[in-house]
C-alpha cells in the first residue's frame, strides 16, 4: 500500500508517530513560509502542514505547486494542533501531519465542479463530470448508505433462509405494460432479446423448481418516459416464497423494515407495520400511496351537496360525480385570497374545473363568495361534516371520482409542504393492500391487469372473473414510505386454468399467450405450489433513507430525465460494421 493510513483515521493516540497518507488537496492555504492542506479521501479530511522546522526546505518548495484536486503522497509525524488550533467539526480536527516527505503522484485541471464547494452546480454539470462529483462528501456518503442497505438486505435474507440465485439478464420479449429494451442477435438473424422489466417469470419457474425461497439483487429495464423518481435501469431487491399467502410475505418484509430502519436511521419501527386497504386509501387521501406522516384526509360531501342551490355542487351530485374537500386546520392565517386563487389554478393542472372554498369565521359560521347559495343550515352541516373550527380554510373540489382523487391528493400534498405539517425527517412505513385486479380502459374498451397478469385474485373473489371483473380484487399489496411506493408485490397465480382466464380477460389469447409466456404455463401444469413475493426499490429505499431530493442522487452513475448519460454521451452511433452483423439497416 502506498499510505500506512487514510485520512480520517489518524487520532490523538497517534501523535508521535510517522504516519503515510495518500488522498487529493481539498483545500490549501499559504500562511507566508508555509503551507496548509486538507487533504481527502472516502474517509475523511486530515490537515497536512508543509512548515520548518520539519518540512525540509525543498519539499516546501514543491510543495508550493499544489493546486485543487492534485493527488499526492505525504509522511509526516502525527502531532497535536497548537492550543486554540483545533477543529471540533473535523474527525482528525485534534491532530495535523507534520509533513517530512511529499511526493506528488499526479496533477489536475481546474475542476469544472469542486468537490469542497459548500453548494454543488447544476445537475447537467454534475452528471457531465460525474467522476468529480462522486468525490463530494455527500455523494460518498449516500453511496455508503446505499451500500449499506444492500448489505443489509443481503444479511436478513440469508439468516431467514433465502437462496441468491442470478437470473437472466437475455430474455424473451414479453410485453408487460412498459416497452422493453431489445437486443439484436447476431447468431439468430432478425431475432432479438430482452432486457428484464423484473425477473418475474423466472422467479415463478424458481418456484415450481422447488426453491421455496428465492432473493436477489436485479438489475431491470424499462423504456419509458421518465420522471424524478424513475430511471431506464434500476435496481430491486427481488424475492419469492412458496407455500405462503400475502400476510407471509408483509411480515417478512415488516422485519426487513425494522432491521433497516434501526441500522440506518436509529428509529425503533414498531411492527406489525399499519395497512389500509386499496379503496381505504383512495377514500381518505385520494391516493395509493399516501403520505401518513400527517392528517389532512379527504371528505366526502356528495350528499349535502345535492342539497345546495350551488349549481357546480348540485349538478356533479345528480350525475354521479363526487364533491370532496379538505379542512385545512387554520388555513385563513396561512392562504390569503390571492393564496387561493393560486391553489385554484394548482389544482387546475389535475383536471379539476375549480376549487370552492370558505373560511370559518370567529362565531363559526362559513363565509365566501358562494355562501349565499347554500341555506344556513346547510352550511351548518358541511361545517359539521368538515370539523370546521375559527380560522379553518374549507377547499372542496367538485367532479369524477378519479379527479377529485388526482386533484384533492396533489393539494393536500402541496398544503402539507407549505404549512409544514409534517417533520421531513420523519418516516412512516405502510402497506396498501387488496388492489383492483383489474383497471378498464375506456379508450381501449379493455381490461389491463392493475399490476401484472400473474397476479392472483382474493380466494373470495375468483367467481368475480366471470361475473364481475371490476369488483375483483387482487391479493397484491405496496409497501409505501412516506408517500413513495418502495415496494410492490403479489401472490402469483399457480393454477394453469386461472392463468389463462386472465389472460382471457386482458385479450390475450390462447394463440398469443402461448407464444409470449409458454413456457410458464407448462410450467404450471406441473405441480406448481401456492406461491408469492415482492420487489423493492433500492433506488428508492436510497432516496428516502438518505433524504434525497431525486433519485439520480442514490446512483453512482444515473441516467437524465432523457435517458441519456451526460458524462459517457450514451447512447451513440455505431459502426455501420457492427450493424451489418446484427442484420440492421437504419432508414435515415
Not at 454534475?126 to 460518498?140: A, I, N, S, T, V
Not at 374537500?325 to 387546475?348: E, P
Not at 432523457?562 to 458524462?567: E, G, Q, R, V
Amino acid at each position: 500500500m502506498l499510505r500506512t493510513h487514510t485520512c480520517g483515521e489518524l487520532s490523538e493516540k497517534l501523535i508521535g508517530e510517522t504516519a503515510t497518507l495518500c488522498g487529493w488537496v481539498d483545500t490549501y492555504r499559504d500562511h507566508g513560509g508555509g503551507l496548509f492542506v486538507d487533504l481527502r479521501d472516502r474517509y475523511g479530511l486530515t490537515q497536512v502542514v508543509f512548515n520548518p522546522p520539519d518540512t525540509p526546505p525543498a519539499v516546501i518548495e514543491a510543495s508550493k505547486t499544489l493546486r485543487d484536486e492534485y493527488v499526492v503522497q505525504v509522511t509526516g509525524t502525527v502531532a497535536a494542533r497548537p492550543e486554540g488550533m483545533a477543529n471540533a467539526k473535523m474527525q482528525t480536527g485534534e491532530i495535523e501531519l507534520r509533513v517530512t516527505e511529499f511526493v506528488l503522484l499526479n496533477k489536475s485541471l481546474t475542476p469544472p465542479v469542486s468537490p469542497s464547494a459548500p453548494e454543488p452546480p447544476g445537475e447537467d454539470l454534475r452528471l457531465k463530470y460525474r467522476f468529480l462529483d462522486l468525490r463530494r462528501p455527500e455523494m460518498q456518503r449516500t453511496l455508503l448508505l446505499r451500500a449499506s442497505i444492500i448489505k443489509g438486505m443481503r444479511d436478513y435474507f440469508a439468516e431467514n433462509g433465502f437462496i441468491d440465485i442470478e437470473t437472466p439478464v437475455l430474455g424473451r420479449s414479453t410485453p408487460e405494460g412498459a416497452r422493453d429494451y431489445l437486443v439484436p442477435s447476431r447468431v439468430h438473424r432478425g431475432t432479438f432479446y430482452a432486457l428484464p422489466q423484473s425477473p418475474q417469470l423466472y422467479k415463478q419457474i424458481l418456484m415450481i423448481a422447488g426453491y421455496d425461497r428465492y432473493v436477489q439483487v436485479a438489475r431491470c429495464f424499462r423504456d419509458e418516459d421518465l420522471r424524478a423518481d424513475r430511471q431506464p435501469e434500476f435496481t430491486q431487491l427481488d424475492l419469492e416464497m412458496t407455500f405462503v399467502d400475502e400476510n407471509d410475505v408483509i411480515g417478512v418484509i415488516d422485519g426487513l423494515v425494522a432491521k433497516l430502519a434501526k441500522a440506518e436511521l436509529g428509529l425503533e419501527v414498531p411492527i406489525p407495520l399499519p395497512r389500509l386497504t386499496y379503496d381505504e386509501a383512495m377514500e381518505r387521501f385520494g391516493h395509493d400511496a399516501p403520505d401518513l406522516r400527517f392528517g389532512l384526509e379527504l371528505i366526502d360531501c356528495t350528499d349535502l351537496a345535492s342539497e345546495a342551490e350551488f349549481r357546480v355542487f348540485s349538478a356533479v351530485a345528480a350525475s354521479g360525480g363526487r364533491v370532496r374537500g379538505l379542512n385545512v386546520k387554520q388555513g385563513t392565517s396561512h392562504y390569503s385570497r390571492r393564496g387561493i386563487d393560486s391553489l385554484t389554478s394548482f389544482v387546475a393542472d389535475y383536471g379539476a374545473k375549480g376549487l370552492a372554498w370558505f373560511r370559518v369565521e370567529e362565531d363559526g359560521t362559513l363565509n365566501s363568495t358562494i355562501a349565499k347559495n347554500f341555506t344556513p343550515e346547510l352550511l351548518a352541516k358541511f361545517g359539521e361534516r368538515m370539523g370546521a373550527e375559527p380560522g379553518d380554510l374549507l377547499l372542496y373540489v367538485a367532479d369524477k371520482y378519479e379527479v377529485t382523487c388526482k386533484a384533492l391528493y396533489a393539494l393536500r400534498s402541496k398544503i402539507g409542504r407549505e404549512m409544514r405539517l409534517y417533520d421531513p425527517d420523519a418516516m412512516h412505513f405502510s402497506w396498501v393492500v387488496e388492489f383492483p385486479m383489474f383497471d378498464y380502459d375506456e379508450e381501449t374498451k379493455s381490461w389491463q391487469a392493475m399490476h401484472h397478469p400473474f397476479t392472483a385474485p382474493l380466494p373470495a373473489n375468483l367467481d368475480l372473473l366471470d361475473t364481475d371483473p371490476g369488483k375483483c380484487r387482487a391479493q397484491a399489496y405496496d409497501l409505501v414510505i412516506n408517500g413513495s411506493e418502495a415496494g410492490g408485490g403479489t401472490i402469483r397465480i399457480h393454477d394453469a386454468e386461472v392463468q389463462k382466464k386472465v389472460f382471457n380477460l386482458l385479450g390475450i389469447d390462447a394463440t398469443t399467450a402461448v407464444e409470449r409466456f409458454g413456457f410458464l404455463l407448462d410450467a404450471l401444469q406441473f405441480g406448481a405450489p401456492p406461491h408469492g413475493g415482492i420487489a423493492l426499490g433500492i433506488d428508492r429505499w436510497v432516496m428516502l433513507f438518505g433524504k434525497l431530493e431525486n433519485i439520480r442522487d442514490g446512483i453512482a452513475f444515473p441516467k437524465t430525465q432523457k435517458a441519456t448519460d451526460l458524462m459517457t454521451e450514451a447512447p451513440g452511433e455505431v459502426d455501420l460494421k457492427q450493424l451489418r452483423e446484427l442484420h440492421i439497416k437504419l432508414d435515415e
